[in-house]
T-cell receptor
Framework: KAGVTQTPRYLIKTRGQQVTLSCSPISGHRSVSWYQQTPGQGLQFLFEYFSETQRNKGNFPGRFSGRQFSNSRSEMNVSTLELGDSALYLC??????????????FGPGTRLLVL | AQKITQTQPGMFVQEKEAVTLDCTYDTSDPSYGLFWYKQPSSGEMIFLIYQGSYDQQNATEGRYSLNFQKARKSANLVISASQLGDSAMYFCAMRPDSGGYQKVTFGTGTKLQVIP
């Protein structure tokens, strides 16, 4: 079974631009969660999508948005990029039951650098 | 709200020795799952092991085992016979069962370095 894929793997943008990151979950998984990881703030939860609906949301400004398609693929968008948005963005895929025993499987991440 | 505490920012271990990475958690939910992930320098988070709050036995997966002490709210990861490839960041995480679809909470991680 193929794992979680994320594209692109690396991205360089300038302040003020916008960026779209893509995540394809493991086949059969219906939940996709996004995380931002920085050296200073650690791993922070952005949002979770299940069946094309946002099910959970972290404490990020409205510049961060996401969506999920009918095939469970998900995209996240960051508008008006700031230097502080430079981070590793991780996508995690899970079955979608929301139960405590449900394991999340992560993709390789997208490294975003904002200049 | 859930909270995960990993008090060891960094640790060293000699190759072939065992090492314990600490994790304590705080939750009011009676049912939850606990997870450990490994993150090498490449960045990908790799799932290692899972422990359910109602599991009677400590979880084991190859060289990884989880020392689960429910009353103390601790879920320490034990890596036996450390290898150079074990050098990485390790994250403890938890997801409660109750209250609907709750998010996973992660700790701040422990950086493990295996010395030859």
């Amino acid at each position: 079974k193929a794992g979680v894929t994320q594209t692109p793997r690396y991205l360089i943008k300038t302040r003020g631009q916008q960026v779209t990151l893509s995540c394809s979950p493991i086949s059969g998984h219906r939940s996709v969660s996004w995380y931002q990881q920085t050296p200073g703030q650690g791993l922070q939860f952005l949002f979770e999508y299940f069946s094309e609906t946002q099910r959970n949301k972290g404490n990020f400004p409205g510049r961060f948005s996401g969506r999920q398609f009918s095939n469970s693929r998900s995209e996240m968008n960051v508008s008006t990029l700031e230097l502080g948005d430079s981070a590793l963005y991780l996508c995690a895929s899970s079955a979608g039951t929301g139960l405590g025993k449900e394991t999340q499987y992560f993709g390789p991440g997208t490294r975003l650098l904002v200049l | 709200a859930q909270k995960i505490t990993q008090t060891q920012p960094g640790m060293f271990v000699q190759e072939k020795e065992a090492v314990t990475l600490d994790c304590t958690y705080d939750t009011s939910d009676p049912s939850y799952g606990l997870f450990w992930y490994k993150q090498p320098s490449s960045g990908e988070m790799i799932f290692l092991i899972y422990q359910g709050s109602y599991d009677q036995q400590n979880a084991t997966e190859g060289r990884y085992s989880l020392n689960f002490q429910k009353a103390r709210k601790s879920a320490n990861l034990v890596i036996s016979a450390s290898q150079l490839g074990d050098s990485a960041m390790y994250f403890c995480a938890m997801r409660p069962d109750s209250g609907g679809y709750q998010k996973v909470t992660f700790g701040t991680g422990t950086k493990l370095q295996v010395i030859p």
